[in-house]
């Protein structure tokens, strides 16, 4: 549970970094469109595809990093029996 939070947390923070690196502030305003009301829905709705993407991000990476893992336990024992046998 607590791993999920983590990932929330910073899925937010980078998704929160990702609305303000395309704010239109650091463009002079040059981009805002006629409705301010439309401009606000696209910004939150790249925020809320933001937070999801980098949250599922992590999750496959997490797992990535699990397989790797198992893939190379079976590899070290093999080798630590070998060292043994010629002993």
Excluded: K, N
Aim: glycine residues 6%; negative net charge; proline residues 3%.
């Amino acid at each position: 549970m607590a791993q999920r939070i983590i990932d929330g947390v910073l899925a937010a923070l980078a998704g929160l970094v990702s609305v303000l690196l395309s704010w239109p502030y650091w463009r002079d305003f040059e981009y805002w469109p006629e409705s301010h009301a439309m401009w606000w829905l696209y910004i939150a709705t790249g925020y809320v595809l933001a937070v999801y993407v980098f949250y599922i991000f992590m999750g496959s990476l997490r797992t990535l990093f699990l397989h790797d893992e198992q893939a190379r336990a079976p590899a070290a024992g093999r080798e630590g029996l070998a060292r043994e046998e010629r002993s």
